[in-house]
């Protein structure tokens, strides 16, 4: 069936370090691609998206590319922050249909 | 504005006893959704409201669980008869309509619940 799996953590990274949070995904179709974060005490809220093939989402310094080939939508910054700290969520969803499909969640702590 | 709501925050019920989660979707957001996350696992799909179409019921995980909403406002998830595995958190999400991928839900803190 269809789902997505995500790098496990937790992640712990020094200021500045660089950031990859692997995720990648098993579909029939051609799904659109998201990652979540969820900042301590607060909801998820969209965070990039990306909807075919070679897009690349990005927002607040963070990039994914959607890769077909590699069924992968890797979550990139290239210098963290402390207030990075969250918990990160990949997921999928169809063009048709109402069902979003989420991994599991990775925590990141950013230490100073 | 006003983010999605939800309440209680916490609950915590004895095994066999009914439960009644509440969602507040952000003013004029159509669509809605309920999740599950279950500890260390990613978010389970519930149900989901459109308008004043049928729900799209797909995801309840046993005839224990019913949730409902009134045209576009305030939503009631239901869990009959309790059981420990029904412990998770549940989290509610609504979108301003629905508009095949460019959708953007917007989530609530979710209701943690423990079935003792």
Redesign the interface.
């Known amino acids: 069936g269809d789902s ?1 799996t ?1 790098m496990e953590g937790p992640v712990t990274l020094s200021e500045e370090a660089f950031l990859t949070i692997n995720c990648t995904y098993t579909a029939t179709g051609y799904p ?1 691609l998201f990652w ?1 974060v ?1 900042y301590p ?6 965070l990039l998206k990306a ?1 075919k093939a070679d897009d690349k989402g990005s927002n607040k310094g963070f990039e994914a590319t959607y890769r077909k080939e590699t069924t992968s939508f890797h979550l990139e910054k290239g210098s963290v922050q402390v207030s990075d700290s969250a918990v990160y ?1 990949c ?1 999928l ?1 169809f ?2 249909g ?8 990775t925590s990141l702590t950013v230490i100073p | 504005g006003a983010g999605v709501s939800q309440s209680p925050s916490n609950k915590v019920t004895e095994k066999g006893k009914d439960v009644e989660l509440r969602c507040d979707p952000i003013s004029g957001h159509t669509a809605l959704y309920w999740y599950r996350q279950r500890l260390g696992q990613g978010l389970e799909f519930l149900i989901y409201f459109q308008g004043n179409s049928a729900p799209d019921k797909s995801g309840l995980p046993s005839d224990r669980f019913s949730a409902e909403r009134t045209g576009e406002s305030v939503s009631t998830l239901t869990i009959q008869r309790t059981q420990q595995e029904d412990s998770a958190v549940y989290l509610c999400a609504s979108s301003p309509r629905t508009s095949g991928i460019w959708e953007t839900q917007y989530f609530g803190p979710g209701t943690r619940l423990l079935v003792l």
């Open positions: 997505v995500q659109s979540y969820q005490g607060e909801g998820l809220q969209l909807t969520f997921a969803r063009q048709t109402n069902q979003f499909y989420f991994g599991t969640g």
